[in-house]
């Protein structure tokens, strides 16, 4: 249904106030996880493709079902993040905010995953799949972590 469920109990602002900078960074990359400030990213095709496309709406059969379309080399496409981060098959409970949950790292939010946590023999695995990424991701976090200290914790910086 596309709303976002809270596990029982849940208490972020209690979260926020007792948690690290580590927990704190994580709360903030599952709200973006949610609601990604960047919701969609456009690429090109490296080999011929061939993708099952819905052709309707609201109608899969009546409206002619869905088709399968190959799409050649070199074709533009554009992916949207806000539904790649909802995927059941990478989230766990996609629609449940869980800044805990251990494939946060998945995420496409800053147009592919924040940092590998994939086993093999490059290091950064994961991130060689999606090597478009955000050069200011963790700099937005860092960001938005101020802000929300300032108005949550009256930690504001002081003027020099």
């Known amino acids: 249904d ?67 379309t190959t799409f050649p080399k070199g074709t533009l496409n554009q992916y949207t993040l806000s539904m790649a981060n909802r995927d059941p098959a990478t989230f766990l409970e996609p629609q449940t905010f869980n800044p805990s949950r251990e494939e946060l790292d998945k995420a496409l939010t800053w147009n592919g995953a924040f940092k590998s946590t994939a086993p093999g023999p490059e290091p950064d695995a994961l991130a060689a799949q999606y090597p478009r990424i955000c050069p200011g991701r963790k700099l937005s976090i860092y960001i938005i972590e101020a802000i929300i200290n300032a108005l949550i914790l009256e930690d504001a910086p002081t003027a020099p």
């Open 2 to 68: 596309g709303l976002v469920t809270f596990p029982s109990g849940y208490d972020g602002l209690a979260m926020w106030k007792d948690g690290d900078s580590s927990t704190r960074h994580n709360f903030i990359r599952e709200v973006c996880r949610l609601d990604p400030p960047v919701t969609s990213a456009t690429t090109s095709f490296v080999a011929e493709k061939t993708i099952l496309l819905y052709n309707g709406v609201g109608c899969p059969n009546a409206c002619g079902g869905n088709k399968e």
